[in-house]
């Protein structure tokens, strides 16, 4: 059983940055695929960023391409998200999730994380 803990959130100022990040724990890190999403107040979940096992190549929601960066260091079991030039739209709870297969469902979520961006 995998568990995943998102911190970083906070409060900024619009045009700040925020670097979250999710901790595992529990299973084998290296083997999932790591995605982040966020749901903002009234709205459905949706996906903000996405990182395979290896690393390799990563895949941003269009609103968030050219500010945010999504890493990990599978040696720290951790994913990292790094949001610069925040807008406030980009307020929302954060989380992390996991999948075994990139094709299938998620395996594991976080909590979530609050990002909240003042104008």
């Known amino acids: 059983q995998v568990q995943l803990v998102e911190t970083g959130g906070g409060l900024v100022q619009a045009g700040g940055s925020v670097r979250l990040s999710c901790a595992a724990s529990?299973?084998?890190?290296?083997?999932?695929?790591m995605d982040w999403f966020r749901q903002a107040p009234g709205k459905e979940r949706e996906f903000v960023a996405g990182?395979?096992?290896?690393?390799?190549?990563?895949y941003y929601a269009d609103p968030v391409k050219g500010r945010f960066t999504i890493s990990r260091d599978n040696a720290k079991n951790t994913v990292y998200l790094q949001m610069n030039s925040l807008k406030p739209e980009d307020t929302a709870v954060y989380y992390c999730?996991?999948?075994?297969?990139?094709?299938?469902?998620?395996?594991?979520w976080g909590q979530g994380t609050q990002v909240t961006v003042s104008s």
């Open positions: 999730a996991a999948k075994a297969n990139s094709g299938g469902s998620y395996n594991y």
């Open positions: 990182i395979p096992w290896s690393g390799g190549s990563r």
């Open positions: 529990g299973g084998t890190f290296s083997r999932y695929q």
